[in-house]
């Protein structure tokens, strides 16, 4: 109870203090999705992202230096993960975010036929770890926020897997799916629902539905001209 009440107190005095002026600038730049959130939607993830970016430890990797820019883009798409989800969970279990420039590689070892372990580099682009830091390249965050790779986004991607890891009340759906990790499996759904939503609803509409509801927004209507994007 006491760590909740410091959480809202926390928040609070994060809040009261209004966004730079140049945030909405980088959001309405970088992150394609948020311009077709209903008004109500779009000003709560003004309200998300300045918690998001003061409650994450930020670090520059392989002699990046961050910059406003690089954590708005990036807490404007973890959000958009939650904007339809109660705002008291916003990804607690991520304490650190580290950002390289473009792909790196993380290191990992394997046994040869001859039981030798061998050390070797493996390039990735990201990587999310449960109570652990995710890991972004900027270079792919922005391009999939600015929708220049349409289907692929990794910042969903690669928060989604934690979205799902958390909230196991969804794990049924895709285990029933047959899906060999099924936290991955979630995370590539949820990016053809953003990326691909009139796609995903024609071809799959129970999944979609599941994900609509669950995110508590309609990517499809989106291009349907229902919704009235700003």
């Known amino acids: 109870m006491v760590f909740h009440w410091l959480k809202h107190r926390r928040r609070e005095k994060i809040l009261a203090t209004p966004n730079p ?3 909405d600038q980088i959001i309405r730049d970088n992150v394609h999705h948020v311009r077709h959130l209903m008004p109500h939607q779009q000003e709560k993830l003004r ?3 300045p918690i998001f970016v003061a409650e994450k430890n930020w670090e520059g990797c392989g002699g990046l230096i961050l910059t406003e820019e690089i954590k708005v883009t990036i807490a404007a798409q973890a959000c958009l993960l939650v904007v339809g ?3 008291d969970w916003l990804f607690e279990h991520v304490l650190s975010i580290l950002v390289y420039a473009t792909g ?8 040869s036929e001859t039981g030798m372990v061998i050390d070797a580099g493996q390039p990735r682009l990201g990587e999310a770890w449960w109570q652990g830091p995710v890991i972004l390249s900027w270079a792919d965050a922005l391009a999939g926020g600015r929708m220049e790779s349409p289907g692929s986004n990794l910042v969903l991607h690669e928060f989604d897997q934690l979205v799902e890891d958390c909230r196991s009340g969804h794990r049924g759906i895709i285990d029933c799916c047959g899906a060999k990790n099924p936290a991955e499996f979630f995370a590539v759904l949820t990016e053809k629902f953003f990326e691909h939503p009139v796609a ?4 799959h509409e129970e ?3 599941i994900l609509r509801d669950f995110y ?3 990517p499809a209507e989106w291009h349907s001209g229902s919704s009235v994007p700003k």
């Open 85 to 87: 989800i109660d705002e």
């Open 216 to 218: 508590g927004l309609d």
């Open 207 to 209: 999944a979609y539905g």
């Open 21 to 23: 002026d140049n945030w």
């Open 200 to 203: 995903l609803r024609h071809a």
């Open 47 to 49: 309200r998300l992202v």
């Open 104 to 111: 790196y590689v993380a290191p990992a070892s394997h046994a």
